[in-house]
């Protein structure tokens, strides 16, 4: 029998890889959009002829309902959410119901439809914020230091609720900062690696940030939804922290960034103070000892690779837009 999974946020950086992974497994892929004007496919315009795509939304808990009795998936992987922090203090609202009330609504749709049905959801060490302990685990205690991080914990919170009120097949990965070169241009990594292939091809000439010393656990995303997979396919649910246990600084990012075109990042990078956030979190670092010993899963990038296949990415696609432009 062919699996079929739903893939809420299907447009994102991690809902491409893992329909990428799902698809290679022989699984019948849907992926659910919303009805808006900036519909942004670019991620998964390599795979539109073989996934499914049908509109739906975190608001609206009727669209999830009609959409599971439609589709009737056995895996859903909640991805969809406001998912940037700096826009979560502009949008504190918004980010609430989204990322927050909206994993209630799927929830609760599963558990009216089909209470079969194997829920996922993208939690966030965002959740960690001010952190208790060094490194984070599963038993960490949770201090979120921005609206994002507090809606990720009711998120989190909720999927456990019902796990256990409803028996639901329900799971958590609490996943540290994950990139690739599919990031959003609003994310520091992407961020820097985009201005280092402009910098390098004479587009652009500064490339301004916030604070050189915060540190994080930066894992490639297309290793981390291959454990979202692995949860899912338990006997039991549970929750997960998928990370590297390695952290860096962005300090770090820039100098290899910097490094692979052969630049000295010194003479090019602007500390701005517009870039600090209101509430900075400390040091985030995972624990992945469950994720290795209970799924088997271990990350496979190394960090260095990590920063340099990105701005090769970015080199790549830079280079072409300036060659068809010619």
Same mark, same amino acid.
């Given at each position: ?5 739903? =893939? ?13 992974? +799902?698809?290679?497994k ?17 991620? %998964?315009?390599? +795979? ?46 918004l ?7 909206g ?20 939690s ?28 990720k914990?009711?998120?989190?919170? =909720?999927?456990?609720?019902y ?26 990594t ?45 006997d ?34 602007v ?13 985030l %670092? ?5 994720a ?14 990590l ?7 970015? +080199? ?8 068809n432009?010619?």
């Amino acid at each position: 029998m062919t699996k079929r999974a739903l =893939i809420t946020g299907i447009t994102g950086q991690d809902g491409s890889y893992l329909a990428e992974l +799902l698809l290679d497994k022989g699984y019948e892929v849907i992926g659910m959009v919303r009805r808006s004007s900036t519909l942004n496919f670019e991620r %998964i315009a390599h +795979l539109q002829d073989r996934i499914t795509l049908v509109p739906g939304d975190l608001l609206d808990e009727v669209s999830m309902i009609n959409l599971l009795r439609e589709h009737r998936p056995n895996e859903v992987y909640n991805l969809a959410a406001q998912s940037f922090v700096q826009t979560s203090w502009g949008q504190p609202v918004l980010t609430g119901e989204t990322t927050a009330l909206g994993v209630t609504r799927v929830l609760d749709a599963i558990r009216i439809v089909d209470p079969e049905i194997r829920f996922y959801q993208a939690s966030s060490s965002e959740m960690f914020g001010k952190v208790q302990a060094v490194p984070q685990s599963e038993e960490t205690p949770f201090y979120p230091r921005s609206p994002y991080g507090v809606a990720k914990l009711y998120g989190h919170w =909720i999927t456990i609720n019902y796990r256990e009120s409803y028996d639901l097949h329900a799971s958590s990965g609490i996943l540290f900062n994950h990139e690739s070169p599919r990031r959003g241009l609003e994310f520091v990594t992407r961020k820097i690696s985009n201005a280092v292939a402009r910098i390098k091809l004479g587009q652009q000439d500064e490339l301004r940030l916030g604070t050189l010393d915060a540190q994080r656990d930066w894992g490639f995303a297309g290793d981390y939804v291959e454990a979202m997979w692995l949860m899912l396919q338990q006997d039991g649910p549970d929750d997960f922290v998928v990370s590297t246990g390695e952290t860096h600084t962005v300090r770090e990012f820039v100098e290899l960034a910097f490094g692979r075109v052969d630049l000295d990042w010194e003479k090019y990078v602007v500390m701005d103070e517009r870039f600090m956030r209101p509430a900075e979190v400390d040091l985030l %670092i995972g624990d992945p000892a469950k994720a290795h010993q209970v799924l088997g899963w271990k990350p496979k990038m190394p960090f260095p690779e990590l920063v340099h296949t990105m701005v090769d990415a970015d +080199l790549d696609e830079l280079t072409r837009q300036l060659g068809n432009a010619r």
